[in-house]
């Protein structure tokens, strides 16, 4: 095991962080998800989803509804590059606002980033939130995850726009679990 122990016991497919818990997704988690995504504060930093973009990315192995005490409070996906001379795993999350800033979206990326390494047997994993997500970055950080570079105009705004992203990656060794 990598960092501390989760202080929740969750069945085998799940994921135990120190207080969420990450749960495999279904066609039960599409309405939360959908409300999520579609809620301004975090449509601004992870945008662009309908019902059937939901269906078709965020349904699957690849991804986790966050729960806090029985309420889906998010979600989180990992994608893999599994060439393996360029091996890594690549995050991504969002957590509905009346969750925001209680340490719980550190909790969760804590949670799938263990799981990454212990599991899936990684050993550097990647995010890439908007250049001014100062919450992300710094929510980031605390897990571990050190800026790479900015990535000039990589991601599209809801206006059409073309923002910077900072690039961050975490190495086995750097996690702070
Ligand atoms: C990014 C996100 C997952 C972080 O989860 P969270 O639970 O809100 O974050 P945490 O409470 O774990 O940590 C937030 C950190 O940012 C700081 N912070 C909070 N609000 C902030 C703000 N407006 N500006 C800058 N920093 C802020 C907190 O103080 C904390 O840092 P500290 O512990 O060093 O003091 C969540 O805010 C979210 O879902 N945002 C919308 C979607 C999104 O931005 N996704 C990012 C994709 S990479």
Do not use: K
Not at 16 to 39: C, D
Not at 116 to 127: A, G, K, M, T
Not at 153 to 173: K, N, P
Request: with cysteine.
């Amino acid at each position: 095991m990598t960092g501390a122990e989760p202080a929740v016991t969750v069945g085998s497919d799940a994921l135990a962080g120190q207080t969420v818990v990450l749960r495999p997704t279904g066609a039960q988690h599409v309405g939360s998800f959908m409300e999520i995504l579609q809620h301004p504060e975090v449509s601004r930093w992870w945008g662009g989803y309908d019902l059937e973009r939901v269906r078709r990315e965020l349904l699957g192995p690849h991804g986790y509804a966050v729960e806090l005490a029985g309420e889906v409070i998010g979600l989180v996906i990992f994608r893999e590059q599994n060439d393996p001379d360029h091996r890594y795993a690549g995050i991504d999350i969002a957590l509905h606002p009346d969750a925001h800033g209680q340490g719980l979206g550190t909790d969760a990326m804590r949670a799938l980033v263990r799981y990454l390494f212990d599991r899936r047997d990684h050993h550097r994993i990647v995010i890439d939130p908007a250049a001014h997500n100062e919450r992300a970055i710094r929510s980031c950080r605390r897990v571990g995850f050190q800026p790479v570079g900015v990535m000039r105009r990589y991601e599209r705004s809801a206006d059409g726009t073309w923002h910077d992203a900072l690039l961050m990656d975490l190495l086995r060794e750097e996690f702070i679990g």
